[in-house]
């Protein structure tokens, strides 16, 4: 037999021919129909649960190679959180400034100024050389490169002491029932919402120094019900041995996170003191 369509010979027995593909009998060919499921990494699946699930979604990352995606967030949440100190240090500036320029409303509220007074005095600052002098001294002190690598490396110290206080406290009270890999990928998610917090502490505090503080001590709490929640899904463990490490954990960290925000405190008494000189020339 041979094909209608290019002449090339077809054997006994088949349906298309092998040259061209046509049917020998009228039948269509058969869709060889090629299913392909796009397997997200590890940190997508954990980036799309998290909003919906953010504090039981490590029962759902069980079983999954967790080792790349606690690298990711080591350093990546390191980065950003070096990033969005930068832009919280500016709001906290700019809401300064907003505090002074509220000075002559707050004096006439107690009656020290009439509203006209201080209408004038608020209008006389706001057009002032000094005012604007003053403020950009005080930007140009600042150190944005500092400032990225302090909120760099506080969360990374952070991450780094609690993966060892929880390491060692995962060895004698819950007698290793969390492996290394996943000790050191509740270490490092635990913070997502602290890094949140310092985002949202940023816009927070253009509206109120309080307000940001509030928001980003809230991510702190946060952070730590986030961690809390990490261990018990995966140890599986009792309430009882669980909440004696996470009051252990508590304690050491704060104390961790203390003694990084009064070296803070400290260096930037330093910085202002030596600068003062300068700043004196525009007042």
């Given amino acids: 037999m041979f094909c209608k369509n290019c002449g090339s010979e077809i054997l006994n027995g088949d349906r298309f021919c092998g040259n061209c593909g046509q049917s ?26 998290y909003f919906v699930k953010p504090v039981s979604f490590f029962t759902e990352l069980q079983g999954e190679d967790l080792v790349k995606t ?21 709001a906290l500036i700019n809401s300064l400034f907003g505090m002074i320029r509220k000075v002559p409303d707050m004096l006439a509220d107690v009656g020290i100024l009439s509203k006209q007074e201080a209408a004038q005095a608020t209008k006389e600052m706001l057009m002032s ?25 506080h969360l990374i110290i952070m991450m780094i002491a609690t993966a060892i206080i929880l390491a060692i406290l ?27 917090s310092v985002a949202l502490g ?8 309080v307000f940001g503080a509030f928001v980003i001590t809230s991510g702190y709490i946060l952070s ?5 929640s990490g261990i018990r899904q995966i140890s599986d463990e009792k309430n009882d041995k669980v909440f004696t490490l996470m009051a252990i954990l508590f304690l050491v960290i704060s104390a ?4 990084l925000v009064v070296q803070e405190i400290q260096s930037s008494i330093m910085t202002i003191v030596n600068n003062v000189n300068s700043i004196k020339q525009f007042l």
Avoid at 202 to 209: C, E, F, K, N, Q
Avoid at 256 to 259: D, G
């Fill in 202 to 209: 940023s816009v927070a505090t253009l509206i109120s120094i």
């Fill in 170 to 196: 995962n060895a004698t009270i819950l007698k290793n029932k969390i492996q290394l890999a996943d000790v050191f990928f509740i270490s490092t998610s635990s913070y997502i919402p602290l890094v949140l």
């Fill in 70 to 90: 606690s690298v990711a967030l080591f350093f990546g949440l390191s980065i950003i959180n070096g990033l969005f100190n930068i832009i919280y240090s500016s």
């Fill in 24 to 49: 020998v009998d009228g039948a269509k060919p058969e869709k060889v129909i090629i299913s392909s499921k796009l397997n997200d990494s590890v940190l997508m699946k954990l980036l799309k649960i």
């Fill in 256 to 259: 961790v996170l203390s003694i």
């Fill in 224 to 228: 730590f019900i986030t961690l809390y």
């Fill in 129 to 153: 050389n000094q005012m604007i002098d003053v403020k950009s001294k005080i930007n140009a002190m600042i150190d944005n490169k500092e400032i990225f690598l302090t909120g760099f490396g």
